[in-house]
């Protein structure tokens, strides 16, 4: 299980540059920019794929809830032509493109900005994957941003069942399911993670070695990395229920408050999370010096046995010419008969102290 | 002592699944739905096991109490009419079902949701189990729901005495009595752990082995387990208190504000106890180093005694011709003597380094 | 140093109890029940030891202050009558028994109710006793119950003397002389623990063994124990000061703010020990290594000086028929020199790098 | 990586000076000070370097906003000429001069007195250095002061670009650019940690070594250094918003607040950093016990084959009269076969404890 | 560097007693009491060391300010008459004898009372002394009270000059002085432990001892109570800059912000230093375990390679009739030639372990 995430690594602040300077901070990770357009009242769904953003432009003042999708920041043109458009603040501009802010809402009067963090897991290179998801909400549309993969999919598919309730809500319902599919991830992301634990757990009983220890390790950052990114999600949350701005209609407060309770939730799990790891370092670090005794032992046994046998033996290999002993018939026998009854009584000590 | 889980381990998240979509996330425990019915005013009491939701239905009128209690929820359909029939919020039942929430409350104007989780220990598997308790709370009505075991048989057996304080209030107090219920089996898991802790406390000072540690391990996630369960309960019973729903009589403050007190009594003998777990686990790794330091004086005593005695008598098992030593008469018992003096040293050098 | 705690070990909470059942939840921990009852007014005084709580309640009325002070609780039936009588609410009553409740304040309108943990160190026995004190002021009265060993011997002689304040004040003043002993007490027993904690840090600097380590554990658990008892005093006396109650003069306010400071002081002196504890853990377990390093060090000059020379002395032991050097006039004393060259050069080789 | 900080070595606290006595706190660190005054409208732009303070003075009134940097405070006299010219508070200017403050604002009726620390990296000696800037913002000027070395270049140069921001708002948006560099400047500094760190994990795994510990160590002690600097930052700046001063407008709010947002960015980075930084550490410690282990089995298993070995070819040095196995004829060889068995039974005894 | 704290030890709390009892808690420490009082005013100043605090009596309404610093508190007569001279509260006397109180203020109606620590360093002993500071505000009057060795000296040199501030200000500002005083006292021993901090880090890195550790011990127990000190004092003085009385005249109120910006920075630098010790300790830890496998690696060698030549060695020194090696010509040296071969290949092998 590795970590890669290539914005932190690659980002690179410009320092002393104009704030509202559009400039993309991290790494750039999909080839093109890609649109997607979804328009819907209750009655009607139009999906579409548009090659600029100008295309999207005359359906704003439609009466049906617009929601644009681009996946792919590198296209700087884009953002730009849609903040003129939409008179968006260049702080927002430049948050969107930064990709590597910490998760927070903005309530501006014609829209709210939100910035949230985006974990996932992918099996197939056994990697996370992180990415900054931007969401601004309008009073008929809403604007994702994303720069890696398009997560949001499965809102998609629920927005073509006709009898949805995303269809008979207003974009502040729309909003929420895409924080909720952002949320719900950290729970996937946390089953994997248990399951990991538990496979350690059962390692560290069994045959625990320098690699259990690394994958505790790599769990460590990747809770730690997590708890960061969901962290001021509650803030976020919260501050979108009590903002007074008419772009979040009352009926949606209960939604929100429902998703907040998640993130504390996953908070809830992540810090429990975190104590059982630095538990599992204990016993690791303790069966380390079991080993350690283990291999003592049997080194002290060896040795307190057989160094003073030896010395005995090195006596009557000795040469003088004057030792009575060595001419006494039954010596040889006898000797072997005492050091046998040395032997016997390490034995019984080791046994009393518990080390055989 | 083991912590079974299956609530954690096999939840499925359902990711972007549209929030109120009625899915057991968890296992399926038990066999079959139970559904008992109690209906109580002061003077009379009903008690009945029914076999379909609807058979309650038509109670909820009458000017008495009724108390629904749900054991089993893999039983979808049970849960959709029930919730129908008294206009539950869909996010609610979403909830209900999911059986490994936080624990929360939320006023709406009909009812009080409250959700909390039971913890038990099952003395015959020597086990924790834990499970989500869901209490609805109406204007004449209280409906608790839970997936595994029934824990609430003491309140129905004092419901049975006719002088009882629950048949003279209303369900504000019949929900307080199950949340009461819930909070004091905390104090009952406390008293198994602290039994354990004491008895690992002498294990300590007698004989630690690895499955000492193992076990502290072991009670320290279940004091984690624990923790993450009870700590959010403060606020729900807070939250409860000053809630201004008409549903909690003022009457019933105090009771509430008494089982608040129990939960922050909980956390404070949880949060003792991690401390008192992780002061054991010192020791534990203390003992361990002085085992190997108590290995490690034996080897070296026997090996610094004999390893000069042996170089010695290696001296004169050495084949020089000429080794004048070797002829005389008294040399073999000088030598001899020589070691014995040697010998007689190292052992006061040890007993002065406090070795032996 | 001990801990004994049957108020701990022995509790059976009684989960599904209906609340207010009147069950002493802890040992019995004295003979018989014995109620003092001190009547006092500036100009007089009279205490007298009653058979039976009836016959304090005809004191109730007069136009003095009554204190009450019953020691041993296991005769439930007084304190059944008792609370009849001066109608306590039933909770108040279950908590009054329960001998191990978290210390807290219920402000009631005719009387307030105070539970406070009493810890004493018992010089005899080496030994720490806690306890549970409840205090009842009302508007002429103050009851206080205590389970183990009456500890308010101080106030009543101070009673005594004329001049003295409390006969001047009304019993929200004796109440406050009673807190204002509890909390005292903490500073005794923190004196106590600190001049052990001095003993156990010489004793660190001289001769660390297992059992210094044992009490550096065992007062760690002292003051997680102490710790959990004066936390919530604060929290205690700050409601009192707030509480907007008649029984709470403005006068005591000021006494009562000082206690406050005290039990605050106390918090402040138990954290400052317990990283003092856990930096002498430090140090206890680097001595074990340290020892460990001492022991190694020993063997491993020994070893290193004479196995390489044993060897030399094996290879002049052997039998083979052409070892020129066998014959040679001075090859015995120039290999003893040759050896002693060795053992020279080791010896140095130890010096420099510090083991000698 | 080190880190000097000249300043926390060589501050001399004047315990006893009265206060706003003028003192330079701190280690004169420029050989001479530099002042550049920039006088700026939307449309005209003049900047200067200037001799003596007094030069700026007439320009204080002129229709334009004046910016005066101040490089190096050991000219006392510039400070104090500068105080009494704007009739800057005594205590104000005795906290510009102690270069080692703690950062804060101030907000006096005439001008807002701002304090942070800079901490860089000079790449070309491996160093961080810290230095202290104040910022004293009025109605028609600011004034920013500093020890050791000018890095407003960046803002500079942004100054000349006449369709900058900066050019069209006031003082306040110019002090905003500044707080930001600042902030910013943590953001590249956590980047050249986060590769020092990513390198260090590398180390870790493949050739850990004392050097390693220490690095560990000293970026350890970076982050504490870091997080001593900015955690202030958030209270500052959060103080300049709600501040109701009328020197800060409405319109740089949004600007403040995104400051904010980075600052706590970096407090969070900061925090993760550190936990990881602890991760490693373990990591380390267990490297070194493992190392161990892996020389105690190297030891353990030549021991434990050659001592039994050792010993049985000593029995058959020894020089007894009577020990008929030496004249048996295949004595020699099966006794070295029987060596060799004893020495397989021991490899397979260590392969079964996995140790080979 | 030790710390004594005779006040600590020597404490003999007065348990049972009632509040406001005059009796010395602590160490008499001084000879005798001395009483100094200064009364000034912007044009006059008049300081004398009096005998008895009644000569002191009739200062008291002159229109000056006057400040009377008594020195050795075991008189307790002279506070007593005092107190009584000023109506002073009897809890405020007893908390001025107790000399190991925490730091508070009260805010009385006729004067407001401070508590503040005071810990300095004398260099002559190398020793860490603790006092206990009272200060007393009145109208016109400030009584500054101390148990051990008096700190004022630099307030009254600075007060001899007649253009000081304090002789235009009121008693409030000569309190503020005080407390200043006080505080950045903190700063120079903090100085003083950071320069031992550094010499510690050079010791740790070249020549790590016992003594390092103890050492480290003793500044962070140097450290927790500093910290017990400081903590309160931010309380302290916040309270006194929001108490209403008119006794803190608006115009001191900057001057207390300094003063508690620069608590809080003290608080500040002993939590990183505390942090930065914890590092330490750290090191010094696994540097104890780096020489224990040095040692280690140096035996393991040593034994590996001559154990077993040892045991070849001892083969050739069997006295078998029928061992045909021996008769060999070359058999001895080639041997030899074996032996140093072996002896290679292990030395080959540890430098690939990289332990030679």
């Given at each position: 299980m590795k970590h890669t995430s290539t914005a932190d690594k690659k980002k690179t602040v410009a320092v002393g540059l104009p704030p509202g300077t559009l400039v993309l901070q991290g790494q750039q990770k999909v080839e093109r920019t890609t649109i997607t357009v979804c328009e819907y009242s209750e009655h009607s769904l139009q999906a579409n794929t548009v090659e600029k953003i100008e295309d999207c432009f005359p359906l704003k003042d439609k009466p049906v809830v617009t929601w644009i999708n681009i996946t792919g920041?590198?296209?700087?043109n884009t953002i730009e032509k849609l903040g003129k458009h939409l008179s968006i603040h260049p702080l927002v501009l430049e948050d969107i493109l930064s990709t590597n802010s910490r998760p927070k809402v903005e309530v501006h009067t014609d829209y709210i900005f939100i910035i949230l963090n985006e974990l996932s897991f992918v099996s197939t290179t056994d990697d996370f994957l992180s990415d900054q998801v931007s969401i601004l909400i309008g009073p008929n549309f809403v604007i994702s941003l994303q720069e890696q993969n398009d997560i949001f999919d499965p809102i998609r598919r629920r927005l073509v069942q006709s009898q949805n309730l995303i269809r008979k809500m207003g974009p502040d319902y729309l909003a929420y399911t895409l924080i909720d599919l952002l949320v719900d991830n950290y729970f996937s992301l946390l089953e994997i993670i248990e399951d990991h634990i538990e496979l350690l757990e059962e390692e560290l009983l069994s045959a625990a070695s320098t690699k259990t220890l690394h994958e505790i390790h790599q769990i460590k950052n990747i809770l730690i990395r997590m708890r960061k990114s969901i962290w001021p999600v509650r803030e976020v949350i919260n501050d979108l229920i009590r903002s007074e701005s008419t772009l979040i209609q009352k009926s949606v407060g209960i939604y929100l408050r429902d998703v907040n309770d998640h993130a504390i939730h996953v908070i809830d799990t992540i810090e429990s999370l975190r104590d059982m790891i630095s538990g599992m370092l204990d016993i690791y670090l303790s069966s380390v010096s079991n080993k350690m005794n283990a291999v003592m032992k049997v080194l002290t046994i060896i040795a307190t046995i057989f160094i003073p046998l030896t010395f005995i033996a090195g006596i009557y290999g000795m040469n003088f010419d004057?030792?009575?002993?060595?001419?006494?018939?039954l010596a040889y026998p006898a000797l072997l008969f005492i050091m046998l009854i040395i032997a016997v009584i390490m034995v019984i000590f080791f046994r009393r102290k518990k080390w055989l």
């Open positions: 920041l590198h296209d700087i004057f030792m009575p002993e060595l001419h006494w018939k």
